[in-house]
Structure formats: structure tokens, C-alpha cells
């Protein structure tokens, strides 16, 4: 089972980040959380690696709904979205809401996943469209 929703564009590290934020904040997704992976690998192992951020992106009335019918769910929450570097471009990946349905085996999860996907979808659709016209 594919657990990511992923999408790839031409435009630089820093610049992805930005666009990222809009989109997500396009589809009612706030960051709660970053975590810059590739400065804590050389803050704490002096390893140096390609960008890779970890943004956790929240959409409040989606995560009251999941959590509403497992209270478990948080350990799946928030919706974790990476920004990484893959060679000369720059990889945008979601996790695939999806994925809380097939873990949990909670069919009231499904409407949940659903909305969130199609909300992921099309904050990855607008970035691919605004990749497309630069």
C-alpha cells in the first residue's frame, strides 16, 4: 500500500517551502510543526544531507472529527508533509489520509480521509499548476 500522495517540482528548496504553506493554508491546514531535518542530523550526528523539512499541518475541524470518533487517532495527527531536495528538484510529500482508515480498520474514519485527501490533493494540484506557469 502506497502511503504518500507525492508530487514533484522544478522550483528551488526555499521557494517550495513558501508555496507549500500557501497551499496548505489555501485548504484550511495550519503548520503546528517543523522540523528541519537536515539541520538536526548535523546539529546532533554531524551528518550533512539534501534540504528535508517535516512540516505538520493541521486542519482543526477535520482533526475534531477524527478524533471525535477514535480518540487514538491523534497518534496519526497531524497530516505530516515533507519538502525534500531529490536531485534538481524539489519532492512534496503528504501523507495519505488513507492511511488512518486501513490502520485503524475504522470505517467512520473514511468520510475524515476522504475530505482531508481531496483538501491534500488539490494544495499538491495547485503547486504542480503554479510549477507548470513559472
Known sequence: MRYDRTVYLDTGFATTVGLVREAL????FGILTEIDVTATL???????????LILGACNPPLAHRALETDRSIG??????VVVRRDGNRT??????????VALTELDALRPV?????RRLDAAL???TAADANS
Open 25 to 28: 493554508a489555501g485548504q484550511g
Open 125 to 127: 494540484a495547485s503547486l
Open 91 to 100: 519532492a512534496v510529500q503528504a501523507l495519505d489520509p488513507n492511511t488512518m
Open 75 to 80: 497518534l496519526l495527527l497531524p497530516c505530516n
Open 42 to 52: 548535523k546539529a546532533k550526528l554531524d551528518h550533512d544531507m539534501e534540504d528535508y
Open 113 to 117: 480521509a476522504e475530505e482531508a485527501t
